[in-house]
């Protein structure tokens, strides 16, 4: 039986998606944004006006599987149906008509970083942190990773990527990402209110507005996300994406700059 790892629900114009595998910290597996896509693509269905797109747990995710990627007999092959799934989840949510609202309640790190950014208004407890954790693997950032330097600025996005800050939600706030930092207990609350203004909103002239302004950013995002896919598959079977890799998972630091290997 599959593993529910993605929950649905729709009402009233609002359809809320619930990344649902919090106690292995809503890691991004090819089951889990799988079953994403197929929510994001319902909501589209249900004509939703506003699509919410949260976590349970600790984390907002901790980004790509990497237990998975240890494990995989051809991880080029894995991490690059990965990438382009996730990548479909991203351009499926830039695209829709409908109002995305990010609910980060906790840490997004690697791509659960871009995939809590690509919402439209992203709301964030005052305890939620983001991080691109990519290089530190020896990989290079997807999900949509790039597209942040339309939001954080070229400098800021390069000083997250190359020196693995951690991005607080005040951070996030004051350079533009976050649209409200609130306290953990009062998230929900204002969640609702925000959403709830969003569904008794205009669609069209929502839906427009969002349109201009994606496009004005970035009218094609998905050539950048197909970039994306094609650098973190190469890295992935080098000698550092492999020891990157290995590493994470026998919890030590990485030797770097080994002889070139294959994974």
């Known amino acids: 039986m599959t593993q529910n790892l993605v929950r649905y629900e729709y009402d009233a114009g609002a359809a809320r998606i619930t990344l649902a595998d919090g106690e292995r910290g809503n890691a991004l597996g090819l089951a889990l944004v799988d079953q994403l896509l197929d929510a994001v693509r319902q909501a589209g269905r249900d004509a939703a006006k506003v699509i919410v797109l949260a976590a349970d747990g600790r984390f907002f995710s901790v980004g790509g599987d990497l237990a998975a990627f240890g494990a995989a007999q051809d991880r080029s092959m894995l991490i690059d149906d990965l990438a382009e799934a996730l990548h479909r989840v991203v351009s499926e949510l830039i695209r829709s008509d409908a109002i995305v609202v990010s609910v980060v309640q906790g840490t997004a790190a690697g791509a659960g970083f871009p995939l809590a950014a690509v919402g439209d208004v992203v709301l964030a407890s005052d305890t939620a942190k983001f991080s691109l954790a990519y290089t530190k693997v020896g990989l290079s950032p997807d999900g949509g990773s790039s597209l942040l330097v339309q939001t954080l600025g070229l400098h800021r996005t390069l000083r997250l ?52 302004l994606r496009e004005a950013a970035a009218a094609s995002p998905e050539t950048a996300l197909r970039r994306e896919s094609l650098s973190i598959r190469t890295l992935v079977g080098t000698a550092d994406g492999v020891e990157g890799i290995t590493a994470f998972l026998e919890k030590r630091a990485p030797s770097f700059g080994q002889a070139d290997a294959t994974s």
């Open 161 to 212: 990527a190359l020196l693995g800050d951690l991005l607080s939600a005040q951070e996030a706030y004051d350079a533009g990402l976050v649209a409200r930092v609130v306290p953990a207990d009062e998230l929900p609350r204002v969640v609702d209110q925000v959403v709830g203004a969003r569904v008794a909103g205009s669609a069209p002239a929502q839906a427009s507005a969002k349109r201009l």
